[in-house]
């Protein structure tokens, strides 16, 4: 399996299943992002963006719809460390997506798409991927 950054596959949730994603963040990490997309595409529909942003010190949690950005969810910390291996682990229910970081629970994103809208998986920015795994649960 190819995981090079920018990485984008195939991804069908329903609830109970989970992403868990590995890798390291670059030691020059600015911003990183992953996106469940409604499509392939780089203007697709986002049901969920995880943007953590070492430049602004937060974690940013959104939907883009119709190539609108809808409001942000921020939590105001980063718990990723530059140069430092990470584990993130985004769970679907069907009424939200609880988001845990390295074993920590950090934030429950309500859904504001169907979850039966998701089709694919984009990792963009400054990470390197090393598994992608979707367990059913
Ligand atoms: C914007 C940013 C996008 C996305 C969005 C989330 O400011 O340019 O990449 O992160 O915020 O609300």
Known sequence: MDLTVPYLG?????????VSISGVIDNNCTRFAVNLQCGDSEDSDIALHVNP??????????TLRDGY?????VVPEVPFTKGES????????AEAFEINVN????????????????????????????????NEN
């Open 103 to 134: 074993g920590n629970q950090i934030h429950t994103f309500q859904q504001r798409m169907p979850l039966e809208r998701v089709s694919a998986i984009r990792v963009i920015g400054d990470v390197t991927l090393e598994t992608l795994n979707i």
């Open 69 to 73: 950005w809808e409001e942000e969810d």
């Open 10 to 18: 195939p991804l069908s949730l329903s609830p109970g299943m989970s």
């Open 53 to 62: 942003r070492f430049d602004d010190n937060d974690i940013v949690f959104n």
């Open 86 to 93: 990470f584990q993130l682990i985004i769970t679907a229910s």
